[in-house]
């Protein structure tokens, strides 16, 4: 069984950046594709950005584009989220989240991840 913690969330003010991180424990074999989610309303999860399981490749979701950096470490088992330019709207909850046996960094639909933290909140003041 995989379990997944998020880290490094905070209560930040508008245009500072942060560093989320990922680290993973259990299971055996890769992880596979991994992922970043935000909690919207009706118990549904925001895709944030993804990468690939050799973390070579990413992708990012629209609103994440040019302020947020996805990588990953293999070796340590760690996944980071860069959010730079902090906004008041980035303020959620952000999830990691994993896709063993998948291999590219297009993954949007939380739904189809296999585990999941609990989450980091983050907090962003204007």
């Known amino acids: 069984q995989v379990q997944l913690v998020e880290s490094g969330g905070g209560l930040v003010q508008a245009g500072a950046s942060l560093t989320l991180s990922c680290a993973a424990s259990?299971?055996?074999?890769?992880?596979?594709?991994m992922g970043w989610f935000r909690q919207v309303p009706e118990n549904e999860r925001e895709f944030v950005a993804a990468?690939?399981?050799?973390?070579?490749?990413?992708y990012y979701g629209d609103s994440a584009k040019g302020r947020f950096t996805i990588s990953r470490d293999n070796a340590k088992s760690t996944m980071n989220l860069e959010i730079h330019t902090l906004k008041p709207d980035d303020t959620d909850i952000y999830y990691c989240?994993?896709?063993?046996?998948?291999?590219?960094?297009?993954?949007?639909?939380?739904?189809?991840?296999?585990?999941w933290g609990r989450g980091t909140q983050v907090t962003v003041s204007s």
């Open positions: 989240a994993a896709r063993p046996g998948v291999s590219r960094a297009h993954n949007p639909r939380y739904w189809e991840y296999d585990y």
């Open positions: 259990g299971g055996t074999g890769s992880l596979g594709a």
């Open positions: 990468c690939s399981a050799s973390g070579r490749s990413t």
